[in-house]
């Protein structure tokens, strides 16, 4: 195949770019790691990762869809891990992951509020509540973490919510197949899924033909909270722990994946499974580093080189595929 015949391909799937450099760094990193990173062990770790932050990924594509952003999913990933935890040792854990889910997807109903009815920027509006819900977090555990009970972790409840396994890899990874299949069949074939690129690529054409555009925007943010709190609810589930910093700076992970699969900040393209290639990159990167002894202190550091270097590369290949 030639190399203009590859441009259209380019052009039509924005994860093109994003499966290149994440076929580059497995290459890389398998080759200059001793066999330390390319195990099957290793391997099923990346995958764990990836699926607790693609969940809260998926949900922050829907929003960026949306020509908004939300940047307090990291707090909302903690609180439902709190609550979850709180919960668990009370109630049993699949009732404990509703409540949590609920109160995820509360806090997303408070950000779409106050970002519809309000007019203010969601960046800034989220920005807030990040800092609302990490305080809380924070002052509700007292520097102490929250845990489950010996006696709890029984049954198939907890079993199947990130506190047990199924050929190899943690129960959180099936969640994210299951809630990316939805999530697709609800963007390509049902009518939320055009109104939402619409809404994103144009809120004032889409207002025009008779959508609800605050409607939307209000159903994204909810989405986004309850799959933050469900991400959050897998991990304590896999922890057994959580504490009043659980999921710092994931928002930033999030945000990055999503932009590095190809969603635009702007709104109104949204790549579900570039978004996933974006946080398999990073959860990639993650381990790499661990894998060949960077000192934590240099950690996010390099960390961050490579994800400009990824985000480069990957706009390169955009911009060669948009010239005639």
Same mark, same amino acid.
């Given at each position: 195949?030639?190399?203009?015949?590859?441009?259209?391909?380019?052009?039509?799937?924005?994860?093109?770019?994003?499966?290149?450099?994440?076929?580059?760094?497995?290459?890389?990193?398998?080759?200059?790691?001793?066999?330390?990173?390319?195990?099957?062990?290793?391997?099923?770790?990346?995958?764990?990762?990836?699926?607790?932050?693609?969940?809260?990924?998926?949900?922050?594509?829907?929003?960026?869809?949306?020509?908004?952003?939300?940047?307090?999913?990291?707090?909302?990933?903690?609180?439902?891990?709190?609550?979850?935890?709180?919960?668990?040792?009370?109630?049993?854990?699949?009732?404990?992951?509703?409540?949590?889910?609920?109160?995820?997807?509360?806090?997303?109903?408070?950000?779409?509020?106050?970002?519809?009815?309000?007019?203010?920027? /969601?960046?800034?509006?989220?920005? $807030?509540? @990040?800092?609302? &819900?990490? !305080?809380?977090?924070? *002052?509700?555990?007292? +520097? #102490?973490?929250?845990?489950?009970?010996?006696?709890?972790?029984?049954?198939?409840?907890?079993?199947?919510?990130?506190?047990?396994?199924?050929?190899?890899?943690?129960?959180?990874?099936?969640?994210?197949?299951?809630?990316?299949?939805?999530?697709?069949?609800?963007?390509?074939?049902?009518?939320?899924?055009?109104?939402?690129?619409?809404?994103?690529?144009?809120?004032?054409?889409?207002?025009?033909?008779?959508?609800?555009?605050?409607?939307?925007?209000? /159903?994204?943010?909810?989405?986004? $909270?309850? @799959?933050?709190? &469900?991400? !959050?609810?897998?991990? *304590?589930?896999?922890? +057994? #722990?959580?504490?009043?910093?659980?999921?710092?700076?994931?928002?930033?992970?999030?945000?990055?994946?999503?932009?590095?699969?190809?969603?635009?900040?702007?709104?109104?393209?949204?790549?579900?499974?570039?978004?996933?290639?974006?946080?398999?990159?990073?959860?990639?990167?993650?381990?790499?580093?661990?894998?060949?002894?960077?000192?934590?202190?240099?950690?996010?550091?390099?960390?961050?080189?490579?994800?400009?270097?990824?985000?480069?590369?990957?706009? /390169?290949?955009?911009?060669?595929?948009?010239?005639?």
């Amino acid at each position: 195949m030639s190399l203009a015949a590859i441009k259209p391909v380019v052009r039509r799937h924005a994860e093109i770019g994003i499966l290149l450099i994440a076929v580059a760094l497995v290459a890389f990193f398998s080759a200059t790691s001793d066999g330390r990173w390319a195990n099957a062990y290793n391997f099923a770790t990346i995958l764990q990762v990836t699926a607790t932050l693609g969940l809260m990924t998926l949900g922050v594509a829907l929003v960026i869809g949306t020509g908004e952003i939300d940047i307090s999913v990291g707090s909302t990933f903690g609180m439902g891990a709190l609550v979850y935890l709180w919960l668990a040792s009370r109630i049993d854990p699949s009732a404990a992951a509703l409540a949590a889910v609920a109160v995820g997807a509360a806090i997303g109903l408070l950000n779409g509020l106050l970002v519809t009815r309000t007019g203010t920027p /969601s960046l800034i509006i989220t920005l $807030g509540t @990040l800092m609302i &819900f990490r !305080g809380i977090a924070i *002052a509700l555990t007292e +520097g #102490f973490s929250f845990s489950i009970p010996y006696a709890a972790r029984k049954g198939w409840s907890f079993e199947i919510l990130g506190g047990g396994e199924f050929l190899g890899f943690n129960t959180a990874l099936y969640w994210l197949i299951l809630i990316l299949v939805v999530l697709t069949v609800v963007l390509t074939a049902m009518p939320f899924g055009n109104r939402l690129l619409a809404v994103g690529g144009s809120a004032a054409s889409a207002h025009s033909r008779g959508i609800r555009v605050g409607r939307i925007k209000l /159903s994204a943010f909810v989405i986004c $909270g309850a @799959l933050a709190a &469900f991400a !959050g609810t897998l991990e *304590a589930g896999k922890l +057994g #722990f959580a504490d009043g910093s659980m999921g710092r700076l994931m928002e930033l992970q999030a945000i990055a994946s999503c932009v590095l699969g190809g969603c635009l900040l702007a709104g109104g393209r949204v790549s579900l499974i570039g978004a996933l290639l974006g946080a398999f990159v990073l959860s990639s990167i993650q381990s790499y580093l661990v894998v060949v002894g960077v000192a934590p202190q240099w950690f996010l550091l390099f960390l961050g080189i490579i994800v400009v270097l990824a985000a480069y590369g990957d706009q /390169s290949l955009r911009q060669w595929a948009l010239k005639k």
